[in-house]
């Protein structure tokens, strides 16, 4: 009886602890606070990470709803995974396009595959992680065939002209989608 009782405990507890992961190492795509737990993705962002994936030609990296303020870079259990809020990002496909939400989740890739993450992402300034990982989103964006205009419309709908300590100011974010844009198309 009483081993009855642990194991239920435990399959009790284990998608608790599954939904309580503390994040750590974030990039985020505009900055704010995190929160936690996550949440099965739905079928389209699967979908638009495996594009971004294939545009990019690296291994797929796993994205989850979870409790952020726009999306995020984070680890996860050592794997690098992509935390997004469903709110925000059904609110910039509302706003924008289809290609809205796929270039954030390409500027989340872009700070992986920059080890923005890792230790040595702390090394680097803020504002460099932001226009490299915008940049590769630009490149990504290209190459899935989004026009210019569709590659930095998300920037556009959530423009900042100031900037923050951790996030570089609209202008010069344009100037690094473009400039990847503009490489992905060669
Ligand atoms: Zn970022």
Same mark, same amino acid.
């Given at each position: 009886m009483k081993k009855l009782i642990f194991v239920s405990l435990i399959i009790f507890l284990v998608p608790i602890a599954a939904h309580s992961q503390t994040y750590r190492l974030l990039c985020s795509w505009a900055g704010g606070n995190f929160g936690q737990g996550l949440n099965q993705p739905t079928r389209t962002a699967v979908q638009a990470s495996n594009q971004v994936a294939r545009a990019l030609e690296v291994d797929y990296i796993s994205i989850y709803q979870g409790g952020v303020l726009n999306a995020s870079a984070t680890v996860l259990n050592n794997e690098p995974v992509i935390v997004y809020n469903s709110n925000f990002m059904n609110a910039m496909f509302r706003s924008g396009s289809q290609w809205a939400p796929k270039s954030i989740i390409a500027h989340e890739y872009g700070h992986h595959l920059n080890y923005d %993450? %890792?230790?040595? !992402?702390?090394?680097?300034h803020p504002w460099t992680k932001e226009l490299q990982s915008d940049f590769v989103s630009g490149l990504a964006m290209a190459r899935m065939g989004a026009t210019l205009e569709e590659a930095t419309r998300a920037l556009i709908i959530q423009f900042?002209?100031? !900037?923050s300590q951790s996030h570089p100011d609209t202008p010069r974010r344009l100037d690094a989608v473009s400039q990847g844009w503009y490489r992905g198309r060669t």
């Open positions: %993450t %890792t230790y040595y !992402g702390q090394f680097k900042s002209s100031f !900037g």
